[in-house]
């Protein structure tokens, strides 16, 4: 076989090989994984282009529950969201990357992640996300959950922290300033948690991995 690499290819390979490397080994000691400032910058300029240049209305107000129980919940969460389908540049980059993520942890932790779904999300000043989980234990649904922001010069006056907490004891482990590039993963079973208002626009995206749970008599669509 003949296999040429460029340099910058093979620069690019090595940097995703490290980073999934550090998240693969946190999330199988500790649940979770947390990387300020370590997507790739290629493609977090690409992304923070693309959403800043969105038109406003393809943000829809973000519903709570799946398909026919989807509902919208002020009191719950206030941001608006886009689901990625790999239509733009930019989106096909992100969803490129979440693949290679999605393979790594499949050879290396054996989680056996089936697909990937995200979307943009915009949090006017204000706006918030009360603690919630992004899946429950024995529905065998949402495994893994990823998020990235895209907020260059963010600062901690500026809020919109991701505040994570234990899941018995319901304590504060730690906030995450939803910094530019930041990567967050944790198990999406495993760990409550919620988005603080901030006082600027705050563009993040959120994706889950999940397993396929589809049986005889019973088909399981990506979302
Ligand atoms: C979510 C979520 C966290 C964040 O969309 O489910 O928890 O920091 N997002 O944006
Ligand atoms: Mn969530």
């Known amino acids: 076989m003949n296999v040429v690499l460029t340099e910058e290819f093979a ?73 990625i389908n790999g239509e ?14 999605q393979r790594y942890l499949n050879r290396h932790l054996f989680l056996g992640l089936f697909s990937f779904e995200s979307h943009f999300a915009h949090y006017s000043p204000g706006d918030y996300y009360k603690k919630h989980k992004d899946a429950f234990k024995g529905q065998a649904n949402r495994v893994l959950s990823v998020v990235v922001y895209l ?26 300033t939803p910094g530019f590039g930041t990567i967050v993963a944790f198990l999406s079973e495993e760990f409550p948690h919620e988005v603080l208002p901030a006082s600027r626009d705050r563009y993040s995206i959120a994706g889950w991995y999940r397993v396929n749970s589809s049986g005889i008599d019973k088909v399981d669509p990506p979302r």
């Not at 690019?12 to 790739?40: C, R, V, W």
């Open 11 to 83: 620069a690019k390979q090595f940097d995703d090989e490290l980073l999934f490397d550090l998240m693969s080994t946190n999330i199988a000691t500790q649940g979770y994984s947390i990387h300020p400032n370590s997507l790739p910058p290629t493609l977090l300029y690409k992304l923070h282009q693309h959403v800043q240049t969105m038109p406003d209305n393809n943000f829809k107000r973000a519903g709570i529950g799946r398909e026919d129980n989807l509902m919208v919940n002020n009191f719950v969460r206030k941001d608006e969201v886009c689901w």
């Open 151 to 176: 907020n260059p010069d963010w600062i901690a006056d500026d809020g919109g922290e991701l505040v994570m907490y234990h899941d018995e004891t319901q304590e504060e482990i730690l906030k995450v």
């Open 88 to 101: 733009s540049d930019a989106g096909k980059a992100w969803l490129d990357w979440a693949a290679d993520l």
